[in-house]
């Protein structure tokens, strides 16, 4: 799983206390990680493979999503210039990017769906 370091000692302190084992995996908010993801997730919407059942709270992310660029043309979702919240738009993009390079994803134990 995929998370951003901010405040995840948090997470990982649940997590323990519950028993859980959950395989972590860093995903860093600057230009540096989030390029490849953006333009990863870019691709499958473009292609028609990026599905989210119309999700409400994920069109309201994605609406309020500004990305920016610096300098060498690299791209992230920058949070402080948004109108909203965008943390749902940030997971689906850093979800991509886990998948990426996988030539079959695996199958999970679980599987979450947004009603």
Same mark, same amino acid.
């Given at each position: =799983?995929?998370? *951003? #370091?901010? #405040? %995840?000692?948090?997470?990982? #302190?649940?997590? /323990?206390? %519950?028993? &859980? /084992?959950? $395989?972590?995996? $860093?995903? @860093?908010?600057?230009?540096?990680?989030?390029?490849?993801?953006? /333009?990863?997730? /870019?691709?499958?919407?473009?292609? @028609?493979?990026?599905?989210?059942?119309?999700? $409400?709270?994920?069109?309201?992310? +994605?609406?309020?999503?500004? %990305?920016?660029? *610096?300098?060498? !043309? !690299?791209?992230? %979702?920058?949070?402080? #210039?948004?109108?909203?919240?965008? *943390?749902?738009?940030?997971?689906?993009?850093? +979800?991509? +990017?886990? =998948?990426?390079? &996988? &030539?079959?994803?695996?199958?999970? *134990?679980?599987?979450?769906?947004?009603?």
């Amino acid at each position: =799983m995929r998370f *951003d #370091r901010w #405040r %995840i000692e948090e997470l990982k #302190r649940a997590l /323990e206390k %519950i028993g &859980a /084992e959950v $395989p972590l995996v $860093p995903h @860093g908010q600057g230009y540096k990680d989030m390029t490849g993801a953006i /333009e990863r997730f /870019e691709g499958l919407a473009v292609n @028609g493979q990026l599905r989210h059942g119309n999700n $409400p709270i994920l069109n309201w992310c +994605a609406s309020n999503a500004v %990305i920016t660029r *610096d300098a060498a !043309n !690299n791209r992230k %979702i920058d949070k402080s #210039r948004g109108t909203g919240r965008v *943390d749902g738009i940030v997971a689906a993009v850093m +979800a991509t +990017a886990a =998948m990426s390079g &996988a &030539a079959e994803p695996e199958v999970p *134990d679980f599987q979450l769906f947004f009603v």
